[in-house]
């Protein structure tokens, strides 16, 4: 009851609601915190990121990825976790239309 009270849920809403619904309204305030705090996280990434650009640091990774690796669901070391296969594929096509670019 204090979870489903914490997101927003009013006490007579609570007591009318089914079990089902009271964990979608949970799961769904969940997903949003989960949301705005990734966001957050980029945020300040990309704040940091620009503010060393625009300081002319002498070396500084070429992009936000890879300054930030593990903010955009790549390892420490770049590359593209086993896991994240909707990144893979898009690696995989931008790869091939640079290969058949080349060809004629």
């Known amino acids: 009851m204090p979870a489903a009270l ?16 009271i964990i979608a309204v949970i799961d769904f305030a969940a997903e949003k915190m ?5 966001n957050r996280e980029r945020n300040a990434a990309f704040i940091a990121y620009y503010s060393g650009v625009f300081s002319r640091v002498k070396t500084i990774p070429r992009s936000l990825q890879a300054a ?28 091939f239309a640079r290969f058949n670019s080349g060809r004629r």
């Open 6 to 21: 914490s997101v927003g849920v009013s006490y007579s809403d609570y007591w009318r609601m089914t079990v089902g619904e």
């Open 34 to 38: 989960r949301n705005e705090m990734q």
């Open 68 to 95: 930030f690796p593990s903010l955009f669901g790549r390892t420490d070391d770049g590359q593209i976790k086993a896991d994240n296969t909707a990144e893979s594929e898009r690696a995989m096509e931008a790869w």
